[in-house]
Nanobody, 124 residues
Framework: QVQLVESGGGLVQTGGSLRLSCAASGRTFRSYAMGWFRQAPGKEREFVAAKRWSGGTTLYADSVKGRFTISRDNAGTTVYLQMNNLKPEDTAVYYC?????????????????WGQGTQVTVSS
C-alpha cells in the first residue's frame, strides 16, 4: 500500500525558507513521477512542481520558478521541496503526490496517490 507522508511545514516570515519532505513507502518509486501541489483556503488545489524519480523532466509552476526546487534522495524514499524567498501568497496546505505512469504532469487527476498535507504559513 502506497503511503506518502509530508513534513516540514510551519510558520515563516516573508523572504524565509522551508524544506518540505515527503516520505514514500509501499512501492518502488523509481518509475514514478512525484509532484507537489498546494491548496489555499477557498481555492482549488494547484500544481507546484513535479519530476520523474529516475530523473529527466522537471516542471515548476511559473509562480514558484526560481524560488522552489524539487529533488529526491538516491535511496528512492524521500522527495523534497526546497522553498526559498517565500511570499504570503505561498501560504497553503502542501501535498505530495505520486503518479505510477511516470508522467510528469500539472493536473491533479494525473496523480493516483496523495499525502495528508502539511501547512505552510508565510507572514507578511
Amino acid at each position: 500500500q502506497v503511503q506518502l507522508v509530508e513534513s516540514g511545514g510551519g510558520l515563516v516570515q516573508t523572504g524565509g525558507s522551508l524544506r518540505l519532505s515527503c516520505a514514500a513507502s509501499g512501492r518502488t518509486f523509481r518509475s514514478y513521477a512525484m509532484g507537489w501541489f498546494r491548496q489555499a483556503p477557498g481555492k482549488e488545489r494547484e500544481f507546484v512542481a513535479a519530476k520523474r524519480w529516475s530523473g529527466g523532466t522537471t516542471l515548476y509552476a511559473d509562480s514558484v520558478k526560481g524560488r522552489f526546487t524539487i529533488s529526491r534522495d538516491n535511496a528512492g524514499t524521500t522527495v523534497y521541496l526546497q522553498m526559498n524567498n517565500l511570499k504570503p501568497e505561498d501560504t497553503a496546505v502542501y501535498y505530495c503526490a505520486a503518479a505510477p505512469t511516470g508522467r510528469v504532469g500539472v493536473e491533479v487527476q494525473g496523480y493516483d496517490y496523495w499525502g495528508q498535507g502539511t501547512q505552510v504559513t508565510v507572514s507578511s
